[in-house]
């Protein structure tokens, strides 16, 4: 849940970022976060949440 939340908070930043940076238009984050939602639905999710999962440990376990 804790990274479910972060990870929403983050993207969401990336997206307010790059819609004021890069030229980034509303209606294309608007579009993407629907595919997002529409892609959630399918049964390619479970794939796609494991490999979010497994690159978040990855991240977690990087020493600097």
Known sequence: MILSCSGVV???TVVFLL??????RI?????CALFGFYLAS????????????SLAGLLGGLRF
């Open 10 to 12: 983050f993207l969401g």
């Open 42 to 53: 399918t049964a390619i999710a479970p794939s796609i949440h494991a490999g979010s999962e």
């Open 19 to 24: 819609s004021r940076r890069c030229g980034l």
């Open 27 to 31: 209606a294309h984050a608007i579009t």
